[in-house]
């Protein structure tokens, strides 16, 4: 009997731990379920909340692209006119468009205020009030459509005629234009800061550009280190596949470039 007694207070104590489990996995379920509502719920908010920042974004960009040529120089390192022609560009020839909620022209400046002055994400995201994602999007967005604007943006080289008329350039019979290095500061790994520091101790990149007599960008060469020489990076653009070419039959051009080569003036 007693026997029977105490396999019967096993078999309930089993019992009741089953029930313990189950419920608490009820709860567990029910509680995921009631918090799951709430997230719906409180994103719905978010995206109602929307409209009523479109006023400050707005309001934001207008400071810039609108008010002055001053703060649009000083945001985005161009006046307003070169601003509204390059947006042109990017939208009838880069394909730019606008999406729901961010026109082409904002898409725009997010990417020049970033390039300009080496902005971060969270710096940009609070002063345009965008999302992180959002402004990753149009910054990539903007890049893709800009590398379809370089045969556009970069002309064909005419050199200077015997009978120039321009002071400036009526000495320099032949020439092609002039070529330059400038040292544009980047954020890279820590392990790779050596190879990119400067003689200045400046983190950056040596960028090579080419220009001819009106100032028009003819060959740029983006990506080398900041350690590495003028004379280097010179080299590399005259010896790479799509590198700097000089046209055929021009020899006084190449003579010419042969001369900043050999004296190192880059």
Partial sequence: MDHQLQSDI??????????????????????MVIHGISIKRNRHVIRYLMSSRVPKIISHLNCIIQDSDTSCIDKLRMDRNSFHTLVLLTKEVGGLTDSKYMSSSEKLAMFLNILAHHEKNRSIKVDYIRSGWSVSQAFNECLKVI???????LVNPKPVLEDELDDRWR??????GALDGTYIQIRVPSKDKPRYRTRKGEIATNVLGVCDKNLNFTYVLPGWEGSAADSRVLRNAITRTNGLKIPEGNSIHMLTLKLYHKNNVV
């Fill in 10 to 31: 096993e078999c309930f104590i089993i019992l009741e731990e089953i029930l313990c489990q189950q419920f608490l996995v009820m709860f567990i379920f029910l509680f």
């Fill in 171 to 176: 000495w320099f019979k032949g020439c092609l």
């Fill in 147 to 153: 590398l379809k604007l370089a045969p556009l943006l």
